[in-house]
């Protein structure tokens, strides 16, 4: 075996949303706003716009990668990359089937460089652990 034998390499189970998730980095790519937008739920237009425009400001980019795919319930997360010669731009989108059954964009988030889905994540709350409620109270006691 060799070394890319044993590499894991994600199967993508819906080819209709790889080829949604391209074509919209595609669109971005060529500037042309329509063409992406077609791929943006209304609902999601306006915080899509917003996303897009920060995550652009880091351009101008050439080429995408799409680095990570899960499932969450009946929708995915995708993370996106969008690269060029000054820099890089991660966003990570929520998609969701639709109606007829093609995929929209229900939700864009960049994260501006430094920052991870993680970054700002504090600690639980001690109701969310309830075995813990006990011990955090007597900690701070």
């Given at each position: 075996?060799?070394?890319?034998?044993?590499?894991?390499?994600?199967?993508?189970?819906?080819?209709?949303?790889?080829?949604?998730?391209?074509?919209?980095?595609?669109?971005?790519?060529?500037?042309?706003?329509?063409?992406?937008?077609?791929?943006?739920?209304?609902?999601?237009?306006?915080?899509?716009?917003?996303?897009?425009?920060?995550?652009?400001r880091?351009g101008?980019?050439?080429?995408?990668?799409?680095?990570?795919?899960?499932?969450?319930?009946?929708?995915y997360?995708?993370?996106?990359?969008?690269?060029?010669?000054?820099?890089?731009?991660?966003?990570?989108?929520?998609?969701?089937?639709?109606?007829?059954?093609?995929?929209?964009?229900?939700?864009?988030?960049?994260?501006?460089?430094?920052?991870?889905?993680?970054?700002?994540?504090?600690?639980?709350?001690?109701?969310?652990?309830?075995?813990?409620?006990?011990?955090?109270?007597?900690?701070?006691?």
């Amino acid at each position: 075996m060799t070394g890319d034998e044993n590499q894991m390499r994600p199967e993508v189970k819906v080819p209709e949303l790889a080829e949604a998730i391209a074509a919209h980095a595609r669109a971005v790519l060529a500037g042309d706003v329509g063409a992406a937008e077609s791929h943006v739920a209304p609902a999601a237009l306006e915080a899509y716009r917003l996303a897009l425009n920060d995550a652009m400001r880091q351009g101008p980019f050439d080429r995408h990668a799409a680095p990570g795919l899960a499932r969450l319930g009946s929708q995915y997360i995708s993370k996106v990359r969008f690269a060029g010669a000054h820099g890089s731009a991660l966003m990570q989108i929520r998609w969701t089937r639709y109606g007829d059954g093609h995929w929209l964009i229900a939700e864009a988030e960049y994260f501006p460089p430094g920052r991870t889905p993680w970054t700002g994540v504090g600690r639980p709350r001690p109701a969310a652990w309830p075995a813990l409620s006990s011990r955090v109270e007597s900690d701070d006691a």
